[in-house]
């Protein structure tokens, strides 16, 4: 069967959820965006880049699950500074409390695993002045939207992270476990972004890159 | 191929990606060949032997990609509307995936796999049929590429692996929402069922 035989029909939505995801999907080719096209703040991107050079960096995997533990605390307090910031809505909080806990079991799983190395893991907790070292703005959010776009270019330099973690990482069960929490991260990406209608799969390589 | 069968049987599945001679404990020695040199495994000249088995384990995922390729293009009959917009974006993306491993195959001396003639799906006769299917085809890739990663040789390969696999893991996010279901179950990835 070839893909130039599929007719597109203009059927309802069988859910809520893929309307919306439609509506977004409109808007965005209205914009000039559309699937593949869909871009992070330009401003983000020195950002992501000084984040992935800290990250790929590092070397032996001991140190490299220390940035990693590292980032995911700061996703932790981004996430809880979201949760406190009285901008979401009861089911956007909900959301940003799974996510939250998502981050923290990776970080108590790569605390596990680099404690098998023999490593330590590092001592400081981190700071607002810390999440704003990998993205800046979480202090200046107005809106929900705001936060949902803050956590979406923090989600992505995560991601990047972790993609560039792949070409340095030597232990099997590390690299394995790597590319599953960059997964969870990714799908984080999709929740996020179709709740301020961002094309919700916009690459079919997901780097954390645009 | 037995596709239910394969579906269900993670140890079928992780044979899927076994190629001989890259077996797990054998890795150890290609990783630390590699480490610290992505774009090179020193050694003497003549046949990479990382090469061989780096095609040997493309060549499985290629299969798998070419496979759920032809999965979208048999469930895009009964979707409709929105979803069928999701569907072609995938079987797009499922065919980027399958055009790019088939150019590592060949950079690294390789001959790319093509995609059989039929495959033997299972019956889809629905829209919920052809979601859940596809839930089943990226929770198989992810584990599959999840099982094979380690085995890769090159730093880029594995990097590119990673990407696929993220992208597999969006691709479920939004096929459980279309379902109605929790589209990030778990904190970690493995391609189980939620």
């Not at chain 1, 533990?69 to 406190?84: F, H, V």
């Not at chain 2, 919920?128 to 990663?149: C, G, H, K, P, S």
Request: aromatic content about 6%; hydrophobic content about 45%; proline content about 4%.
């Amino acid at each position: 069967m070839a893909s130039d035989r599929i007719v597109i029909a203009d059927g309802d939505a069988d859910t809520a959820q893929v309307a919306e995801f439609e509506r977004g999907r409109r808007e965005l080719l209205r914009r000039g965006l559309g699937f593949g096209g869909a871009a992070i703040a330009a401003s983000s991107i020195p950002l992501l880049l000084s984040v992935r050079n800290a990250f790929a960096a590092s070397s032996g995997d001991a140190g490299i699950l220390e940035q990693a533990i590292g980032l995911e605390r700061i996703a932790i307090l981004a996430y809880e500074t979201a949760i406190d910031s009285g901008l979401l809505t009861a089911a956007f909080t909900r959301v940003a409390r799974r996510f939250r806990d998502h981050e923290q079991e990776h970080a108590d799983a790569l605390t596990t695993a680099l404690m098998d190395l023999g490593g330590t893991p590092p001592a400081k907790k981190p700071t607002l002045k810390d999440i704003d070292g990998v993205v800046k703005g979480l202090g200046s959010v107005k809106s929900q939207a705001d936060i949902a776009n803050f956590a979406i270019e923090l989600e992505m330099a995560a991601v990047a992270a972790y993609y560039d973690a792949h070409r340095k990482l030597v232990d099997a069960k590390l690299l394995q476990a790597g590319a599953s929490i960059m997964a969870n991260e990714a799908q984080h990406l999709v929740v996020l972004r179709q709740a301020v209608k961002r094309a919700p799969v916009p690459n079919a390589f997901e780097t954390g890159k645009t | 191929m037995d596709l239910d069968s394969f579906l269900r049987d993670p140890q079928s599945r992780r044979r899927f990606f076994r190629t001989s001679g890259v077996a797990v404990a054998g890795s150890s020695a290609i990783f630390l060949s590699a480490c610290g040199d992505e774009a090179s495994t020193p050694g003497p000249a003549g046949p990479d032997e990382s090469d061989e088995a780096d095609v040997e384990i493309l060549n499985s995922a290629l299969d798998l990609e070419l496979m759920a390729v032809a999965a979208y293009k048999a469930g895009a009959a009964q979707l409709r509307g929105e979803v069928l917009q999701v569907g072609k974006l995938f079987l797009e993306q499922e065919q980027e995936h399958a055009d790019g491993l088939a150019s590592a195959i060949t950079d690294a001396g390789g001959k790319p796999n093509r995609a059989k003639a039929s495959y033997d799906f299972p019956a889809l006769r629905s829209q919920t049929d052809v979601l859940r299917f596809a839930v089943d085809l990226e929770n198989t890739a992810i584990a599959a590429y999840i099982d094979a990663l380690p085995k890769l040789g090159k730093g880029d390969l594995r990097a590119t692996a990673a990407a696929i696999v993220a992208n597999e893991a969006e691709h479920v996010s939004v096929l459980l929402d279309a379902l109605g279901e929790d589209p990030v179950p778990f904190a970690f990835v493995v391609g189980r069922a939620a």
